[in-house]
């Protein structure tokens, strides 16, 4: 696919399809008694804004591991059954090129700067983290936490664009590139280390699929005993019922606007329409 004769789309356009992906989701979870919750970014747009973080330009939600394994089995079907646009990229599809699950436009096609597209480009997504198990001994937590960083380090760099970017990550991209190491090799390792904490015995969860997932992930169970309803854009949508130990968790005063120098979107993609299609 030759991404110079494809139509490019705008800011807005761009987030349109997200939204339109993230309604189709949370009604499907809504339908099939699936649990959700925005995240993140999201979620502090919910809060904050009512919507994206007029900078932002992407969507993330949370799953607890046993909806999260349902939604990617029922999702598929669903849309395969209904002629749906939108389709499911798991971490072990070999078209995948980040550790969590993504629900992307088919219509649409995102080149993101650093990673290496071999044969088939991707299109715009939401990112879906399953929310797992995390160890209450701080001293395992750290041992549990560095063992995953690494195997997802390691698994994300296999798709890294390794002839371009900082010394250090085309020094590792090369590696991982000769290595004899099959990614689902890393990613089966990764599963075994999440099953030794069960979210139904665990005190601790928390979100760890890839490797920059901080250790500031880790928040008491009780925090998504519940949800209530806020708005994004022109939805409403589950978030956690104590978002706020969340996200003062993960970036302290939440509500505060950073420097108009850091109100600027984190990515470089280039996102375009496959054909004509228009939303």
């Known amino acids: 696919m030759?991404?110079?004769?494809?139509?490019?789309?705008?800011?807005?356009?761009?987030?349109n399809v997200q939204l339109s992906i993230l309604k189709?989701?949370?009604a499907f979870c809504e339908k099939n008694n699936l649990e959700y919750f925005l995240a993140y970014g999201t979620l502090i747009g919910a809060v904050r804004h009512e919507g994206y973080i007029p900078w932002d330009d992407d969507i993330d939600i949370q799953m607890p591991r046993d909806s999260y394994d349902k939604f990617i089995e029922?999702?598929?079907?669903?849309?395969?059954?209904?002629?749906?646009v939108y389709r499911l990229i798991t971490p072990y599809d070999a078209c995948a090129k980040h550790t969590m699950l993504k629900v992307i436009?088919?219509?649409?096609?995102k080149i993101e700067s650093g990673i290496r597209y071999d044969s088939e480009y991707l299109g715009?997504?939401?990112d879906v983290f399953p929310i797992d198990g995390m160890p209450s001994n701080k001293l395992l937590f750290h041992v549990w936490y560095q063992l995953l960083y690494v195997a997802y380090?390691?698994?994300h760099l296999k798709n890294l664009d390794y002839q371009s970017g900082r010394l250090k990550r085309r020094f590792w991209g090369t590696l991982m590139s000769v290595l004899p190491i099959k990614r689902s090799w890393i990613l089966n390792f990764a599963g075994f280390i999440h099953s030794l904490c069960p979210i139904s015995t665990s005190?601790?969860?928390?979100?760890?699929?890839?490797?920059?997932?901080?250790?500031?992930n880790r928040v008491p169970k009780r925090i998504f005993s519940g949800f209530i309803m806020k708005k994004f854009e022109d939805a409403m949508f589950r978030c956690p019922s104590d978002y706020d130990f969340i996200l003062t968790s993960l970036y302290g005063d939440y509500m505060k606007l950073p420097p108009l120098e850091k109100q600027v979107t984190h990515h470089t993609n280039n996102v375009f329409w496959k054909e004509?299609?228009?939303?």
Not at 203 to 216: D, I, L, Q, T, W
């Open 2 to 15: 030759n991404a110079k004769s494809l139509k490019p789309m705008s800011f807005e356009e761009n987030k």
């Open 24 to 26: 189709d989701v949370a």
């Open 74 to 84: 029922l999702y598929a079907k669903e849309c395969e059954a209904n002629g749906s």
């Open 105 to 109: 436009d088919s219509r649409t096609v």
């Open 124 to 126: 715009i997504d939401i």
């Open 153 to 155: 380090s390691f698994a």
């Open 203 to 216: 005190n601790y969860v928390g979100s760890m699929e890839m490797p920059f997932n901080s250790k500031k």
């Open 276 to 279: 004509d299609y228009e939303i």
